[in-house]
């Protein structure tokens, strides 16, 4: 049984940082390509950054320089260190595991997902 649970969501300013973090357990093998994704009100869920265990990673044009994701692999966690937040990344943040990363940041290319942790900025 696998089960991502998320943390570090809140309600920050625009112009503030928060980190997010997932923890994985049960089976670790899906930790190797893993990804955020968020959804805002009325939105359809859209990838946000994807990172495997090579170090290699994939982000979204709209976070890019202002998002880092990264991943331990030996404590199965996988963060997201968000900065100059904007109220348009007021969203439900999901975290997603055993990609495939044959389109790391689209939804189908994950099996497991987390209960999300929400991250609202005004």
């Known amino acids: 049984h696998v089960q991502l649970v998320e943390s570090g969501g809140g309600s920050v300013q625009a112009g503030g940082s928060l980190r997010l973090s997932c923890v994985v357990s049960?089976?670790?093998?899906?930790?190797?390509?893993m990804g955020w994704f968020r959804q805002g009100p009325g939105r359809v869920r859209e990838g946000v950054a994807a990172i495997r265990s090579d170090g290699t990673s994939s982000y979204a044009d709209f976070v890019k320089g202002r998002f880092t994701i990264s991943k331990d692999n030996a404590k199965n966690t996988l963060d997201l260190q968000m900065s100059s937040l904007k109220p348009g990344d007021t969203a439900m943040y999901y975290c997603a595991a055993d990609g495939r990363w044959r389109n790391p940041l689209l939804r189908n290319d994950y099996d497991y997902w987390g209960q999300g942790t929400q991250v609202t900025v005004s």
């Open positions: 049960g089976y670790t093998d899906s930790t190797y390509r």
